[in-house]
């Protein structure tokens, strides 16, 4: 399009679509006005005007789009043709908006604030990983300061053209790599033994906050030879009421032997409790007797949404569940130990890209005698250390609650259960919260584009930084999490922004740089033989690249 400069084509709609729960919509609204206002100057500065599409309802305590139903009203009002701004301080649900985006024709732009708080970053690339599966065209733009000249002229291109790009030329398809033959071999092995064996993913409830992107279709699916297990969060609560006290006092006095602490509180409202404890404790045991009742390889558990309302969050059955080391779980009869000396990989949130790409790193980690831990993080946020420790660039990767013991500085011991914020879980819960250890690991994404699997992978090392500087990475973001301190070798901040197609990103360590390097080779290798679109990002530690 060609923007004229007349009152009504110079007029640009903005939406923002927020949470489903009032209570996180209502914490957050102030930033999310703050973001706005400078927001509506960046636009002014251009020569244009941003009018907001909706506003907050009578008696209401924020004016983001909070539903499904929501959105489709006030989309219903846009005129389709109009160039929009969906502006995102906050996490949000991508299928408030989704229906409406789906069917507009004017040009679209996402943006968020670059700030770590609640976080806009996470809910733009979830949108943005949404509005690619969906085949919907947008640009998307993100910043610091929406002053900066650089984000004032991407933004002019847009309100001009309707267009705007990003390079990222950092991404190698794979046939142009440098490909080791034993990578391949094993790659290809492994994959051929998933499509042939076959593989179950227990899947309870999808859909996990609106997040479109994380649905896998079963057509793109199956050819890889996983198959859903579609289970119900409800039989999981059931479940969790059938473990006895006994059974879960058990799971936490192992914890405890191993040196994991617990914040434990009195107020269920503010605090971490034994009783919260206690049920998480037997939702551990019931997700993996129900996993072992289907057949499953991996499991995802929807973690908000309906379970949120009757039990504490799941964040600590899910770390524990990706930790080879886990307190041991007998069958009802008490006959058979599950899962034996193995993780059972679990993909937060229920992501089910997270999940497919969990169940591939835990077999390639497991055949290259590597550290088989694996799990999602949020791209959550980034920063320069301020401790002069590295000139590199650190991301916060923090995943919502958990992370497997093995991927923390001390393990076990250098877990702490937090009480999960009460804006989000009313019921609590305790978090498994630590610093990730410094090493190399292995990134990674699956996505879904023009119809296809896709899978991003790259390298990266994890940095240890000055305990100040992790407080106030901590105090930028949610304290209660854990934090892993990441330098992406040869992707910088924006060349991330511009391609990743989710909010989550994989993660996995490995016993040394070339272990990592030959980790991710193999992973291309698996990923191309089970069909998808592969490309290898960025570099290797010793600065070469993958087609070198």
Not at 102 to 124: C, E, F, R, Y
Not at 208 to 224: E, K, Q, R, V, W
Not at 240 to 257: I, L, P, Y
Not at 390 to 414: C, E, M, N, R
Request: charged residues 20%.
């Amino acid at each position: 399009m060609t923007t004229t400069q007349n009152s009504a084509a110079s007029t640009i709609a903005l939406i923002a679509s927020g949470d489903l729960r009032t209570s996180a919509n209502e914490v957050c609204w102030a930033a999310q006005l703050a973001m706005e206002k400078e927001l509506a100057t960046a636009v002014k500065s251009c020569g244009f005007k941003l009018k907001r599409a909706h506003h907050p309802q009578r008696g209401a305590k924020h004016g983001f789009i909070d539903s499904q139903k929501k959105g489709m009203e006030v989309f219903a009002n846009i005129d389709p043709d109009m160039p929009i701004i969906v502006a995102e301080a906050v996490w949000q649900y991508s299928h408030h908006v989704l229906p409406g985006l789906l069917t507009h024709q004017g040009p679209i732009l996402t943006v968020a604030n670059w700030s770590g708080q609640w976080p806009g970053l996470v809910g733009m690339l979830n949108l943005n990983g949404s509005l690619t599966k969906a085949g919907v065209n947008y640009s998307t733009l993100w910043a610091e300061d929406f002053s900066d000249k650089k984000f004032i002229k991407k933004l002019k291109t847009w309100l001009e053209t309707g267009k705007v790009r990003h390079a990222t030329s950092h991404a190698t398809p794979i046939r142009k790599t440098s490909m080791p033959s034993s990578c391949e071999a094993v790659g290809q092995k492994l994959a051929t033994e998933l499509q042939t064996q076959k593989a179950i993913m227990g899947v309870f409830d999808e859909g996990c906050m609106g997040m479109f992107n994380a649905i896998i279709p079963d057509h793109l699916l199956n050819p890889t030879g996983v198959f859903k297990e579609r289970l119900s969060q409800s039989a999981l609560y059931y479940e969790s009421t059938q473990v006895t006290n006994e059974e879960a006092d058990d799971v936490r006095g192992w914890m405890a032997k191993k040196g994991m602490k617990f914040d434990i509180g009195k107020q269920h409202a503010k605090h971490l409790t034994d009783k919260q404890v206690r049920l998480q404790c037997k939702m551990y045991i019931a997700a993996v007797r129900i996993a072992d009742d289907f057949g499953c390889d991996t499991i995802g558990i929807q973690y908000q949404q309906g379970l949120k309302d009757l039990m504490p969050a799941s964040d600590l059955v899910e770390g524990t569940l990706n930790n080879q080391q886990r307190p041991p779980v007998k069958s009802r009869d008490g006959k058979r130990t599950l899962y034996r000396g193995q993780p059972l990989p679990h993909f937060n949130e229920v992501d089910e890209c997270a999940g497919l790409d969990g169940l591939m790193t835990y077999r390639i980690h497991k055949k290259l005698k590597q550290p088989v831990e694996n799990t999602l993080h949020d791209l959550r946020w980034g920063d320069w250390d301020k401790s002069g420790t590295t000139d590199q660039y650190v991301w916060v990767f923090l995943i919502s609650g958990s992370v497997p013991p093995a991927h923390l500085i001390g393990g076990w011991k250098g877990a702490t259960s937090y009480r999960q914020p009460a804006m989000y879980f009313p019921n609590g819960g305790g978090t498994i919260q630590g610093v990730s250890k410094p090493g190399e690991i292995v990134w990674s994404r699956i996505f879904v584009a023009n119809n296809r699997l896709h899978m991003d992978i790259g390298r990266a090392g994890v940095v240890q930084l000055p305990e100040s500087e992790t407080q106030r990475r901590l105090e930028a973001t949610t304290p209660q999490w854990p934090i892993m301190h990441a330098v992406t070798y040869g992707v910088s901040r924006d060349q991330m922004m511009a391609r990743h197609q989710s909010n989550h990103i994989q993660v996995a360590y490995a016993h040394s740089a070339q272990d990592a390097d030959n980790a991710a080779l193999t992973k291309a290798s698996m990923a191309k033989h089970l069909g998808m679109v592969v490309n290898l990002c960025g570099q290797k530690a010793d600065g070469t690249g993958w087609a070198d």
